[in-house]
């Protein structure tokens, strides 16, 4: 079955950095767009970055722009988030998921894997 294994988050301050991952199995990952969404406390899950098959093509939320940094590693079935300058508002849980292929970014396709809590606190 579809399996998605997030991982790389943590408390970081204000500024800082931190490299999440997701490691997937049980489907052809070279052949699934990929996205990483965030969910708050108290709003609801937003998409955060997507990536096209071969990482050509990307997709940014507007407040991550220049910050964060979304790529993937076909050969080892993985995508990462590289996320730079955290700000407080940054805090959430991470999840990675397939995109629908020839959709809409947030167009997704589910299970999600059980996610990554970051908090950017001081």
């Known amino acids: 079955q579809v399996q998605l294994v997030e991982s790389g988050g943590g408390l970081v301050q204000p500024g800082g950095s931190l490299r999440l991952s997701c490691t997937a199995s049980g489907f052809s990952f070279s052949s699934s767009p990929m996205g990483w969404y965030r969910q708050a406390p108290g709003k609801e899950r937003e998409l955060v970055a997507g990536i096209s098959l071969y990482g050509s093509n990307t997709k940014y939320t507007d407040s991550v722009k220049g910050r964060f940094t979304i790529s993937r590693d076909n050969a080892k079935n993985t995508v990462y988030l590289q996320m730079n300058s955290l700000k407080p508002e940054d805090t959430a849980v991470y999840y990675c998921?397939?995109?629908?292929?020839?959709?809409?970014?947030?167009?997704?396709?589910?299970?999600w894997g059980q996610g990554t809590l970051v908090t950017v606190s001081i």
């Open positions: 998921v397939r995109i629908k292929l020839g959709s809409r970014w947030d167009n997704y396709v589910e299970p």
